[in-house]
């Protein structure tokens, strides 16, 4: 294959390997969630790669009988919805959370063992080169040139 297939290709799978998402600053009122009660949480996303990300979007859903709730007082509580977009991610360890107060959920309304209740997915995402391209240009002191010439008396 040549380069521009082979980039498309990585452009394909660079969530996957180089994207990373993570359900964090969960919070509720007691020690341990009650039937129905609400708590909130955030979604971190992580990006390892070089390339930029832009335009991200993530699509949130409660399960196992949860529901959640975008962030905003009159939000309801449904079964899942799509954030709004993400600052730009960094290349190399670039981090960023949802945007906004933290999202809700709601917990189901009868009792049940540990599940999972909550779950984000990458929804949306665009990708630019200007770390690859601006990032890695820095100086070098083996692109030079010099001058010899001999210097005679006057």
């Given at each position: 294959m040549g380069f521009f297939d082979d980039m498309t290709d990585a452009l394909k799978t660079y969530p996957e390997t180089?994207?990373?998402?993570?359900?964090?600053?969960?919070?509720?009122?007691?020690?341990?969630?009650?039937?129905a009660e609400t708590a909130t949480f955030?979604?971190?996303?992580?990006?390892?790669?070089p390339l930029e990300l832009t335009n991200v979007t993530l699509r949130i859903k409660g399960l196992n009988g949860a529901t959640v709730a975008n962030n905003g007082a009159a939000?309801?509580?449904?079964?899942?919805?799509?954030?709004?977009?993400?600052?730009t991610i960094a290349g190399h360890?670039?981090?960023e959370k949802t945007v906004?107060?933290?999202?809700?959920?709601?917990?189901?309304?009868?009792?049940q063992p540990a599940r999972n209740l909550v779950?984000?997915?990458?929804?949306?995402w665009n990708a630019n080169l200007n770390h690859i391209l601006i990032g890695h240009s820095d100086p070098l002191e083996s692109v030079k040139a010099t001058f010899a010439t001999e210097v005679v008396p006057k």
């Open positions: 180089d994207v990373k998402l993570e359900i964090v600053e969960v919070d509720f009122p007691d020690q341990a969630l009650n039937t955030r979604v971190q996303v992580s990006n390892n790669g939000a309801p509580f449904v079964s899942e919805f799509v954030t709004q977009e993400l600052p360890n670039g981090v906004g107060s933290p999202l809700k959920f709601k917990a189901p309304g009868s009792a779950s984000a997915t990458l929804e949306g």
